[in-house]
């Protein structure tokens, strides 16, 4: 399971960003989300809850922000909208589709006390 090796880096981010600030525990973290991240929201949230134990973050709120796939596609040279791989153009039906944005991950934002 990679999401729970994604959530002990997110909880690393997390502690380092505490330790630099002097500050007691967070709140909340926001998690930018691609839609190509090959990760499930509800993976990372169980496994975020687990990983937090007995950490700064214990208790603190992970609010997910999903963001689209978007690819270029060959044919038609649109930039399109898309919910996973293997997809076609939905503006031509082509399979030739480079993807261009959704695969990341990032630590948005954290709310501190």
Request: net charge negative.
């Amino acid at each position: 399971m990679h999401e729970m090796a994604i959530c002990l880096g997110i909880i690393q981010i997390v502690e380092e960003t505490v330790r630099e600030r002097s500050s007691p525990r967070v709140r909340s973290v926001c998690l930018e989300m691609g839609a190509l991240s090959d990760a499930a929201p509800e993976a990372i949230r169980f496994c975020f809850a687990a990983t937090a134990r007995r950490t700064v973050a214990e208790g603190a709120a992970l609010n997910i922000v999903e963001r689209p796939g978007v690819a270029w596609c060959m044919s038609c040279s649109k930039s399109v909208e898309i919910a996973r791989r293997g997809e076609c153009c939905p503006c031509c039906g082509s399979y030739q589709l480079q993807v261009i944005a959704g695969e990341q991950m990032r630590v948005k934002e954290l709310e501190i006390e």
